[in-house]
């Protein structure tokens, strides 16, 4: 049986990329640098990238 944490995270990108003034895509909300390395993320850094993306979309909406 395969576990959820032995699935790959899944990239929150939505095919809207455009970098803001930040480096940031205003689509996904990851860095350019996180973008570039996701393909060779751990699980791990993918939730810690996720986490961010999560915090910085708390943000836009503000």
Request: hydrophobic share 35%.
């Amino acid at each position: 049986m395969v576990t959820d944490d032995a699935k790959p995270v899944r990239s929150p990108c939505v095919s809207v990329c455009a970098l803001d003034e930040d480096d940031i895509c205003v689509g996904c909300q990851r860095s350019a640098d996180e973008i570039t390395r996701w393909s060779g993320m751990t699980n791990d850094e993918r939730r810690d990238v996720m986490r961010l993306v999560a915090r910085r979309e708390e943000k836009v909406a503000l």
